[in-house]
């Protein structure tokens, strides 16, 4: 089983040893995937100063240089691997920002084509500003070839570019859905990508303030069980000493598990497809429904 940390909303704001205070612990025994703001907007977010929540100015990446210094370093030795998530963060009167900016296909191309220039690596996976995708979005990460790694609720096939793949792969979460007893208005473990036409889709458990361990627990259960693999979505910002307790718990238990560590990008890998099809075939024997676990 392989199992990869996604943590969103590294940007021009912040500052290495924030970075270090969550994952300094895990520097060299876990692959963290920073989902990486190319230029950050004057938007409201809790990620940047309140005083920068106004006004047109951007702040590119590059520009903090003791930042730039200390994750081309990290890289290079294989702490961490960059996404992309979006171009600005900006927040619109519409939507987010890949639901209602304009020119989608423009801006990833620039904003993958800065962190591709700033890193010297090619970039192959894209998280969406507050997992929020339009259909007009999912088409322009679809042309670009990005995979995209966001939250599980964000599948909703009206929402999705109709052809043969999205039909597919609504089947194969309907039969999941019957595999494990729950209803379509149930949170759903869904271990494995969706594959659409140039890209794929996996959906990653967040751990946020309101997130238990059981719950996580549960849920990595769920995903092992199946055969599967499983992503862990949070904010650096939002660590306090409450989560960070629930992460370390959920890393020991993992890890006695069995679980193989892995950048983010590797979760789209053939290793994956082949256990999904084997999952599918073995539905018959896939047991009862998984009940929450108890500490």
Known sequence: ???????????????????????????????????????????????IPPEHWQGDREFPLGENTELLAFLRRKVSIGHVSILLHGYSHQNFPSGYEFEAAPALEQRLARARGYLEALFGRPIRTFVPPHNALSRRGLRAVDAAGLDVLGSFYSFRPDRKPWGLDTLRNYLLITDHRRRTGRSRRERLIYPWPLRYNRHAEFGCQPLVPRTTLDELLTQFEEARRFGGDFCLATHYWEIDSRLAQILDALIEHAERAGVRWVPADELFEEETISSQLAAIKSSSSAGPPCQPLTR
């Open 1 to 47: 089983m392989r199992f990869a940390i996604r943590d969103d909303d590294t940007s021009f704001f912040t500052r290495p040893e924030q970075l270090e205070r969550v994952y300094g612990r895990y520097w060299g025994r876990i692959p963290i995937s920073l989902a990486v703001v190319p230029v950050h907007a004057s938007t409201r977010s809790k990620a």
